[in-house]
């Protein structure tokens, strides 16, 4: 089994194809990838892993993307135990229309996994965004990787090889050799 896996939920393709440029960074070997929506069968399948992606785009006003609401729920009402688990978070937003809430998806999924015992890592600098307020900013900083295919897919691959650093110290350097 790969030593890492990518979860993700994506409702119009973006954070799919987020998640597509990832993988394709860590390779298959090492990373193993799953649609929230098609391949997700429960939690166990997460705590196999000991290295995480995940992957939300922000819906609603401020929400986690559909595919991620009920394994959520379920989640705070079963704590299963994700100490001793590594995890990032990436998702797409859209900063012009709903500036309000820009990736705020980030942080519900920040928080959930922090009280579930998890590290938490790939932190980055808010330089570069724009935006009025964002549920996913703590220390002045995002908790993830936020991407805005809709205004700014021109800084998107930058800003993924960009996190893909932050995240070396964190994941297993043999996976990060391949990006
Ligand atoms: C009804 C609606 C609500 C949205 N709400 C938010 C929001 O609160 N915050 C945000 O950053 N983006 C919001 N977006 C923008 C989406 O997150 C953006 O289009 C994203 O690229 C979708 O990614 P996906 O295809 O992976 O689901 C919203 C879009 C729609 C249509």
Redesign the pocket.
Known sequence: MAKMAIF?????????S?ATKIHEYFGEDLCDIYSMEEDFDGVEQMLEYDYLLF?C???????V?NDWRDPLFDMSIEKPDFSGKTIALF?????V?????????LGILYDHFQKLGATLVGEIPLDGYT?EY?FAVRNDKFVGL?????NESDKTDERIANWLEVLKPHFPSTSLEAA
């Open positions: 993700y939920g994506s409702t119009s393709g973006i954070t799919a987020l992957g785009s922000t819906w609603g006003a401020g929400e993307q998702g797409a937003g859209d900063y229309t709903h500036g309000e809430n820009f990736v705020s998806a935006y964002s936020p991407i805005d295919e809709v």
